[in-house]
């Protein structure tokens, strides 16, 4: 099993009359990555300043390794917070702004000489020690950040849109560095972002925020193949959406028709007739093939896309009001306007019940 390092127990966030975290409840594991993803305003800050003791919970718990640390002053939590804009002291070097909790804490000055050049060389900033943060680069501010981050040795970071200010190319290569630095220090990060590409890709699990709530918890590959709901569906990569009712079930189909009048077999789920169901299939599962077969349909190309890698297109089917996303990765062309099979495999849809409307 596990070691839980911190516990949220139905933890409520109220600013006048308005809650913003409603009754959020997570564990987070010793050691993961844990990354919470949700739309701007979702409450994904407050969260993480309830954490780190900046904000008050109005109601619920907060566990800090089995510790009820709900009413501790943020000094004495141990986490420790990378905001935003980095916050460094601009008139301090980067040794002095790394130093800075350690002196404030009292280490001892050899110990914390140790900690500091170890944490330097892990953000790989040797020989920029008497620099001021205006003479450095966004990406080795970032780098002096997290070294201050990681020199206090807890054991929990928290991380707030920590690489958002970076241009793409330097981002990438901080995403990969940052998790590398987090499996080797064996920390736990809980990283907050409304980048999908950078949860999908750096997290152990995602907790997608919305609205004050968890939508949805788990690790990139549930949250991106098995979306729970509409939201998650919608917000991570991209779906093609159905309403669809069931209009006759065997054992192991049931038979649906789409609002835009495709006939679909699906997987059977104990549906009854004139179930309502939604439909999600991702663009890359839908396949293009040279004849019908079950879950096949004629369509036309339009809006056709080749980047080097994958081909991107819209199918437009039916009275041609709908257009479908597909993505192949295969490296055949096709012109726009050219007539085509396209193939929903039953497999790949996943099946939301009733309530999503
Ligand atoms: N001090 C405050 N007083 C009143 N309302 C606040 C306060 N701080 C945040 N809020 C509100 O709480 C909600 C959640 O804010 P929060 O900063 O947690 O969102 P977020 O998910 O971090 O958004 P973003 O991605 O834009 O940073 C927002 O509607 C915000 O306006
Ligand atoms: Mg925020």
Redesign the pocket.
């Known amino acids: 099993m596990e070691k839980v390092i911190i516990r949220l127990e139905n933890v409520s966030?109220k600013?006048?009359k308005?809650y913003?975290?409603k009754n959020l409840s997570l564990d987070i594991y010793d050691g993961e990555f844990l990354t919470l993803l949700?739309?701007?305003?979702?409450?994904?800050?407050?969260?993480l300043?309830m954490i780190s003791g900046l904000?008050a919970v109005t109601e619920g718990k907060i566990y800090l390794e089995g510790e009820d640390i709900t009413d501790v002053s943020p000094i004495y939590r141990a986490v420790n917070t990378i905001f935003?804009n980095f916050a460094l002291f601009p008139h301090m070097t980067v040794w002095d702004n790394i130093n800075f909790g350690l002196k404030m804490k009292k280490v001892p000055v050899d110990i914390a000489q140790k900690r500091i050049k170890d944490a330097i060389s892990l953000v790989k900033l040797d020989g920029y020690e008497k620099r001021y943060p205006s003479e450095l680069s966004g990406g080795e501010q970032q780098r002096v950040a997290i070294a201050r981050g990681i020199v206090m040795n807890h054991k929990v970071l928290l991380l707030?849109?920590s690489l958002c200010s970076l241009d793409l190319k330097l981002k990438r290569e901080m995403q990969v560095e940052l998790k590398k630095l987090q499996k080797k220090l064996k920390m736990t990060f809980i990283y907050?972002t409304?980048d999908q590409d950078e949860a999908l890709t750096m997290s152990d699990r995602i907790a997608i925020?919305n609205n004050?709530t968890i939508e949805q918890l788990g690790s990139p590959r549930e949250i991106y193949h098995h979306p729970k709901t509409l939201f998650t569906a919608d917000f991570i990569g991209e779906s093609n959406i159905f309403k669809a009712v069931v209009k006759k079930v065997s054992k192991d189909i049931a038979y649906v028709v789409t609002k835009e009048g495709l006939l679909l077999e699906v997987d059977n789920n104990e549906y009854q007739i004139d179930d309502k169901l939604t439909l999600i299939v991702r663009p890359e599962n839908i396949q293009i093939v040279n004849k019908q077969s079950s879950n096949t349909y004629i369509g036309k190309i339009i809006n056709y896309i080749y980047d080097g890698a994958l081909a991107k297109m819209e199918v437009k089917f039916g009275d041609e009001k709908k257009a479908l996303k597909v993505t192949l990765f295969d490296d055949k062309n096709y012109e726009d306007d050219s007539q085509v099979y396209f193939k929903i495999p039953k497999e790949s849809i996943t099946i939301l019940g009733d309530n999503n409307e």
Not at 38 to 47: D, F, L, Q, Y
């Open positions: 966030k600013y006048d308005d913003v975290i949700g739309p701007s305003g979702c409450g994904k800050t407050t969260v300043r904000e935003q707030d849109e907050v409304h925020i004050g």
